[in-house]
């Protein structure tokens, strides 16, 4: 049953917005590598538009509902780029999924050690001008008790995931197994706030005994929520942890489920026309909703999960969130967790597809026991991105000046459909993004360190053209495990500004006139 309109709000006037504190050594490092570039757009259709998703390239951590990656949006060329921070918190903060309501203002969800914020920033100083508080995570409470910050950084629920709807409100899952949507709206005094526009308790339908500091040894079961994404037809579907699928219907409240058991789902999924994509540790699903709402497997597929878990991902499985991509919609991709050498996996969609035929290609990508990612993939046209992020744990695992072995590789799929051919191969070392593309201008967003023989832990925005796989310039953010991203990922704002989710808060990288800074 929902529960309806309730609101916090920040006083006017605005927060302002503290710069993140760099570390000693930022005058040693380079500020600016390279030159800047000349604007080539992408020829190609961008995904189809979500009819209850905000505009494509503002809804969500993967820019839209097909899990693309890209933004229509022109980022920055490089031509003088500044950079702007904001310190959520002096340990964590960090401002992960970052969305844009329809005048352009951030709507992001940062995550601080005595909870989730909801926030609404202003896109160009960052001041805060809203915020709600989201419960603590269970995990947050198991680090501190138990000394292993590792929960943390596996853990991405409480609300990490979410997305901006066509009515420019988050829908999100809490840490307490409620799914929530959100407004903001500007009060008579000029401030801002958050309203609660409606709240669905889920508890009944997910175990929920967890953690808690009134709860230090639960006897039970804790499956939280990960991300949520709503279908073509407006339901909002949630998943697990601990493989459960379900469905929320808005207008009737109704709430339906299924487990896949023995499976797990640490990433986020895809939504189009003829399904739900979804991927758990075990393999790659395509659900439909039934005539009451219960999630229906259309298809299912196995892939090589390897051994083990490697350095650099969550669990043993798949990193990816479902790219649906190519031409006339009819591919998705994956990566498996093959042991030696991570794949690229595109496979055909549609129900009609015979088992032995759905597989297009197997892309082994990176060096031989070197490979893996926990970031989703690119896809534009035919055209697969893939980075590696072996190696990545946390912020403190490159410290003191080290790095990962990194690398990107673009894969583009033949226009027969007869398989997949390596375009380029990049050396960028970019340890735990999501990467991005600005289909506007051609150049693909890594958010880079490469290791320095001075223990200084520099952090770059790097540009690398999508054609060709050359780096093209560099920006300095910051120094210090404070702006490690720690998985958030790149987001090209309207106003052609670069985002960044960073440990302490948010950084902004912008050129000394981006469009629409008025002349």
């Not at 403190?396 to 583009?412: E, F, H, N, Y």
Request: glycine share 10%; with cysteine; aromatic share 8%.
């Amino acid at each position: 049953m929902a529960v309806a309109l309730y609101a916090v709000t920040v006083p006017a006037p605005a927060a302002q917005a503290d710069e993140i504190p760099k570390a000693p050594g930022h005058r040693l490092v380079s500020a600016y590598e390279g030159a800047p570039a000349t604007a080539r757009p992408v020829p190609g259709t961008p995904p189809p538009q979500h009819p209850y998703l905000a505009p494509n390239g503002r809804s969500g951590m993967h820019a839209d509902a097909a899990g693309s990656g890209t933004h229509p949006f022109p980022g920055p060329l490089g031509d003088h780029p500044t950079v702007t921070s904001e310190q959520i918190a002096p340990l964590g903060g960090e401002c992960a999924t970052a969305t844009f309501d329809s005048a352009g203002r951030l709507v992001t969800v940062c995550g601080t050690f005595s909870g989730f914020l909801l926030k609404l920033l202003d896109p160009r100083s960052l001041d805060t001008l809203a915020e709600y508080q989201l419960p603590q995570r269970p995990s947050t409470v198991e680090a501190i008790t138990r000394l292993d910050f590792s929960k943390i950084f596996k853990d991405t629920s409480g609300g990490a995931y979410f997305y901006l709807d066509d009515r420019d409100r988050a829908v999100l899952a809490d840490s307490r197994g409620h799914l929530l949507r959100v407004a903001h709206e500007r009060s008579p005094d000029g401030s801002w706030r958050f309203v609660v526009e409606d709240d669905w308790d889920l508890t009944p339908y997910v175990p929920h005994d967890c953690v808690s500091w009134t709860n230090l040894h639960p006897s039970g079961i804790c499956d939280p929520v990960t991300s949520v994404m709503p279908d073509w037809q407006g339901r909002i579907w949630w998943v697990t942890r601990l493989g459960r699928v379900g469905t929320v219907d808005p207008e009737t409240s109704a709430v339906r489920s299924v487990r896949l058991a023995g499976e797990e789902i640490q990433n986020s999924f895809s939504a189009a026309q003829d399904g739900v994509s979804i991927v758990s540790d075990h393999a790659l699903y395509s659900f439909v909703a039934g005539s009451d709402g219960t999630p229906r497997i259309q298809w299912r597929q196995t892939y090589d999960r390897g051994t083990g878990t490697k350095p650099g991902s969550v669990n043993q499985g798949s990193g990816t969130t479902p790219d649906l991509f190519g031409d006339g919609d009819r591919y998705v991709a994956i990566t498996d967790n093959a042991d030696d050498r991570m794949h690229v996996l595109v496979m055909r969609r549609g129900t009609d597809v015979p088992a032995q035929q759905r597989l297009v290609c197997k892309v082994p990508v990176f060096g031989s026991g070197t490979s893996t990612t926990d970031n989703s993939l690119i896809s534009w046209g035919n055209s697969l991105v893939v980075e590696n992020n072996y190696g990545y744990e946390n912020p403190l695992s490159l410290t003191l000046g080290r790095s990962v072995v990194g690398g990107a590789t673009r894969i583009d799929v033949r226009e027969d459909g007869s398989g997949c051919d390596t375009v380029w191969e990049s050396d960028v070392r970019s340890p735990s993004t999501v990467p991005k593309l600005s289909t506007a201008n051609g150049l693909l967003y890594f958010y880079e360190k490469r290791p320095h023989g001075l223990g200084i832990d520099a952090w770059y925005l790097t540009a690398v053209d999508f054609r060709t796989g050359q780096r093209r310039w560099s920006r300095l953010t910051g120094t210090g495990p404070q702006y490690d991203n720690n998985w958030a990922p790149i987001t090209i704002g309207p106003d052609g500004t670069a985002y960044a989710g960073v440990f302490n808060g948010i950084v902004a990288v912008r050129d000394r006139q981006a469009p629409g800074d008025g002349g």
